[in-house]
């Protein structure tokens, strides 16, 4: 880097840029004014005044005052204006050493088309480069007249990232060649199995992920690591959420347990070809055993783009180059174990659609289903597990509808027996006795699972599958020693991403998000050793029931996909995984600033007892239980009715005694509420707490007095019924309802907010014209804003729905 050009971009008064240009390879005059002497005669004043404007491409270099863009001329979306006013003397250039080093930057014209055909302005992420200066060799081979652009600066993977306003003007391909001087080395150690660029077909568009392990050392002629700027341009720390206090999980030091009763596992899938194709950078770190840092790219609202981390740590992360076996070991061997011992295991794979759940759960010949079964059968042949024999169902909920994929997709229906096992009745079993006959078996379900396309993936699952292993007892089948389910769960991302799908796949997409918020509730609840367990939620957990209560392990692998372009949903993933176990030990985390707000407090608030499961002893399975059992039925009502039945069942001695004190002092709260808003002559607004405490004081002393007595204040003193009494009587006469409507609420409020920023990051790309791709047409942004529209109204019925439940049992 020559000293002229620091000199000039002082002189220009453009040296507060100089960290960026760097960032670009822009280190010389001459690379500089490639960019912008070549195309001087190409636009008219009005062209380039618009350029100005439009190009948001500045954001790229972190240009960002429109001063500075105009003394500096719009280089980098290759409009090709010669500085304005240009401070940058082309004498200077004259002489300059650099002159001779051809740039990397290049700008190749066609200007009878006044059009530019080719430019290279590779977006170097000032932390993290993806190639070095030794390019893949398909990269460099990449034909100049092709528009194989770097994909993160002509189709930027966030929706958010800035396009050029005239699409036209972007028609640039790449050059091949890069700036070595400027250019931080990066060292890749690829895996040898699967990675070879120069195979690399365009038109291949394989999901196959290559390996590519990546190791960053700074480069000659370039400053050392670029700190990260957060949104005000301030050095970033690590700014996500930390796990802090004992026995969280916050701690390197934090004890890490195979037979913890929840395991909460991430797994990052390496980079497919396609992403690499598209020159997409791995964001996703793995910086030990238990820490995963992603490094988000991210745009300022004054277009400079920036890199902002988020650090999550979980009871074990397995990176990229982790096999099957790896994971296995870590995560549900232990849960082979434990079915033995006469207890219940799930195994959950969570992630975004093509991040890695079937691969890892379901893969035919490799999950963790075969492994597991390989070891099952290795323990069946010990003396002491003679009298036990292996079973597997495999079923599917989808729509809220349980299916046999073992049986033409005969519906199924869960029920619950007196101990509050779940039977799934009607599920076909097959005795098994060989890992072999195991994976006959599975790939017979798996060709009938329902899948179908949407916009984020053409061959998304769209269903929950259930692979359950079970060992029984030879001589009595109903007599069941411990299952082991594994989950394969639908793709996580939520129905607003799912471009202009139809109504019928936004509503998978909404029942989908509703089973996984419910499943992330339960197993909060057990992770929290929660008196309440909400499995009336969803389908989906009203048949796990069993797996949350009493004798249970969990382990949830959430699969991550690493490239920029799902940083977002990735993101998404990390937090849903990180709020199952966030609190665990540690009951003071909720307020720490980087916790996520913890809405899920009352649950263990000791309100509500849900009955053990008293169930030491192995299963007694009965298919043939009264109706009253049934927990999906057609019209869905009577399953929360069962359930509600349920949570209201006789309890054991100690618990009632328990219950009877937590109501005293839930109805001296509740009497304490009311006389301070007598006192205060106010009507205070009910918190959910305050309405549970006088509705379980209602019930509980069955007077429902406290509630019932709620002073209001009226005109002269007259009586007027006041909305949380109303409440709080309602609830007594119908709590199951009223649960519901808070469970469903809490989800419609969070289901809002996702909505409304889906929606305003929709109106300001739309208004910006920010989106890279030319489909944010005034179609597309009518399109998905009609999808918000359609799911906020969806949420709002629902919760209308159970509003009219609440009123009907008043
Ligand atoms: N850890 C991994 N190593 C190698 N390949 C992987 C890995 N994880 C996933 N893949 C590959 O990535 C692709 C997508 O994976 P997979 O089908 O498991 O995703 P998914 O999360 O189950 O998606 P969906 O929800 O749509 O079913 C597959 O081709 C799979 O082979």
Redesign the pocket.
């Known amino acids: 880097m020559s000293s002229i050009f620091s000199t000039t971009l002082v002189k220009a008064g453009l040296d507060h840029y100089f960290d960026n240009f760097m960032a670009f390879g822009i280190d010389s005059l001459q690379s500089l004014t490639l960019l912008t002497m070549q195309g001087l005669p190409l636009l008219n004043a009005s062209e380039f005044e618009a350029c100005l404007t439009g190009c948001v491409d500045y954001g790229v270099v972190g240009v960002s005052s429109m001063e500075d863009r105009k003394r500096e001329s719009c280089f980098c979306c290759g409009c090709a204006w010669l500085m304005t006013n240009l401070v940058f003397g082309r004498t200077h250039l004259k002489n300059e050493t650099d002159l001779a080093n051809p740039s990397p930057l290049q700008i190749q014209l066609i200007p009878q088309q006044r059009e530019i055909k080719t430019v290279n302005i590779p977006y170097k992420s000032p932390i993290k480069p993806y190639y070095s200066s030794e390019d893949p060799p398909s990269r460099q081979s990449q034909s100049s007249s092709t528009s194989n652009l770097p994909s993160n600066l002509l189709a930027p993977p966030q929706d958010d990232v800035p396009a050029p306003r005239n699409p036209a003007r972007t028609n640039r391909a790449a050059s091949p060649e890069r700036n070595d001087r400027s250019a931080p080395q990066l060292n890749q150690q690829r895996n040898s199995k ?1 990675f070879d660029l120069n195979g690399l077909d365009s038109d291949d568009d ?4 290559v ?1 590519v392990k990546y190791s960053f050392s700074p480069g000659r002629g370039r400053k050392g690591p670029q700190p990260l700027l957060n949104a005000y341009g301030v050095p970033n720390s690590i700014a996500a959420p930390q796990r802090v206090g004992a026995g969280g999980l916050g701690g390197a030091s934090s004890r890490t347990d195979l037979s913890d009763r929840i395991r909460v596992c991430v ?4 980079l ?1 070809k396609k992403e690499l194709r598209t020159s997409q950078t791995d964001v996703a770190t793995v910086s030990d055993r238990r820490t995963l840092v992603v490094n988000e790219p991210k745009v300022k609202v004054d277009l400079t783009r920036y890199v902002e981390q988020h650090e999550f740590k979980f009871d074990e992360v ?1 990176d ?1 180059d ?3 076996d790896d994971v296995y070991r870590r995560s549900a061997f232990p849960l082979v174990e434990y079915i033995f011992t006469g207890g219940k295991a799930t195994c959950f ?1 969570y ?13 035919e010949t490799n999950g963790l289903y075969v492994m597991a079964g390989r070891d099952i059968f290795k323990l069946l042949e010990k003396p002491e597990h003679q009298h036990l024999a292996a079973y597997v169902g495999f079923y599917e909920i989808y729509q809220s509808q349980l299916y046999d994929l073992l049986n033409a997709r005969k519906r199924l229906h869960a029920r619950e027996d007196g101990k509050n096992n779940v039977v799934i009745s009607g599920l076909n079993e097959y005795e098994v006795s060989s890992v072999q006959k195991v994976m006959d078996i599975f790939n017979h379900g798996h060709n009938a699972r329902s ?1 179908g396309a949407t916009g ?2 053409a ?3 769209r269903s929950h599958a259930i692979f359950q292993i079970v060992l029984k007892h030879k001589k009595n089948k109903k007599k069941v020693q411990g299952k082991l389910s594994f989950i ?5 991302e939520r129905g607003a991403d799912r471009g202009d799908s139809d109504q019928k796949t936004r509503m998978e997409g909404s029942e989908i998000n509703k089973s996984l918020l419910a499943l992330k509730e339960c197993i909060r609840a057990l992770d929290q050793d929660s008196k309440h367990t909400p499995f009336r939620q969803s389908k989906l957990t009203q048949v796990l029931k069993d797996s949350f209560i009493g004798n249970s392990r969990t382990c949830m692998i959430a ?1 991550v996909s690493p490239n920029s372009g799902n940083s977002e949903h990735s993101l998404n993933t990390l937090r849903y995984a990180y709020r199952v176990k966030e609190l665990k030990g540690d009951g003071h985390s909720q307020d720490s600033q980087d916790s996520p707000r913890d809405d899920s407090k009352e649950y263990s608030e000791g309100i509500y007892d849900e009955p053990d499961s008293g169930d030491d002893d192995p299963l007694l399975i009965d298919s043939e239980y009264p109706p009253e059992n049934l927990l999906d039925s057609e019209d869905g009502a009577s399953a929360d009715d069962v359930e509600s039945s349920s949570d209201d069942a006789p309890v054991v001695a100690s618990k009632q005694q328990r219950n009877s004190v937590l109501s005293q002092l839930n109805s001296n709260r509740a009497a304490a509420l009311a006389a301070s808003n007598n006192q205060n002559g106010v009507v205070k607004r009910e918190s959910v707490a305050d309405i549970r405490a006088a509705r379980v004081a209602a019930v509980d002393t069955g007077a429902g007095v406290a509630a019932r007595a709620r002073p209001t204040r009226g005109a002269e003193g007259s009586a007027v019924q006041n909305p949380a009494a109303e409440n709080l009587s309602l609830a007594g006469n119908n709590a199951a309802s009223l649960d519901e409507l808070v469970n469903v609420h809490r989800q419609h409020l969070r289901l809002f907010a996702e909505l409304s920023k889906a929606e305003s990051k929709l109106i300001v790309n739309y208004s910006m014209k920010l989106r890279p791709d030319t489909s944010m047409s005034n179609d597309a942004y009518v399109k998905e804003l009609e999808g918000i529209m359609i799911q906020k109204e969806q949420s709002i019925r629902e919760l209308q729905l159970q509003i009219e439940k609440c009123k009907v049992g008043k």
Request: glycine share 10%.
């Open positions: 699967n394989s999901d196959e992920p390996t797994r990052k899938r390496p497919n397995f990229c982790c096999t099957n794979a992630g975004q659609t093509g991040s890695g759940k079937t691969y890892t759960m379901l893969d899948t984020a993936n061959d998304s699952s394969d769960l639908a793709g996580s699969t």
